[in-house]
């Protein structure tokens, strides 16, 4: 029961609150209910999430990774993990509404992040940490206020 109210404010949260569209909404509530499980990861790791704090379990890195992977913005070919750039694509011109400015400088930041693909990570968590920070540090320095829910 306390699963269902934690994953019911994120869905409330992220719908009221964040520019990602219904459909991306419903696409990451069930990779949270799928994942929460898959990586053990407790409602306080969740709640960080929600409300954007830092993750520092490696359970609430890997929810992470694990969200990214079921929505199409990592890829996973046999535990050899990379950025997917066209499910991240696609998932930031939904975001953005199609707004071709936005995309455009998006995908100038995408083309800055491919360098994590060449870096050896062991896993999803770690590579998920690192694509978050890269690409939140190229919107920063770009000024943009995108905001992707992840």
């Known amino acids: 029961m306390k699963d269902k109210l934690v994953l019911w404010i994120f869905a409330t949260f992220i719908l009221c609150c964040m520019a990602i569209t219904r459909e991306q909404l ?3 509530t069930k990779a949270a209910y799928k994942c929460k499980d898959i990586v053990n990861a407790t ?4 709640s960080l999430l929600i409300l954007k704090k830092p993750l520092t379990s490696r359970e609430g890195k890997c929810l992470v990774g694990c969200i990214m992977i079921e929505v199409d913005i990592l890829s996973d070919d046999n535990g050899k993990y990379s950025l997917n750039e066209d499910g991240w694509m696609k998932f930031v011109a939904e975001t ?3 707004d071709a400015e936005i995309i455009k400088k998006m995908q100038e930041i995408t083309d800055g992040c ?4 060449d870096i050896n990570q062991p896993d999803e968590c770690e590579l998920a940490m690192m694509a978050i920070g890269c690409q939140k540090e190229g919107m920063t ?8 829910g992840i």
């Open 114 to 117: 491919k360098y994590l693909n």
């Open 43 to 46: 409602d306080t790791d969740l």
């Open 26 to 28: 419903q696409r990451m």
């Open 141 to 148: 320095k770009n000024n943009i206020k995108l905001e992707l």
């Open 96 to 98: 953005a509404k199609n």
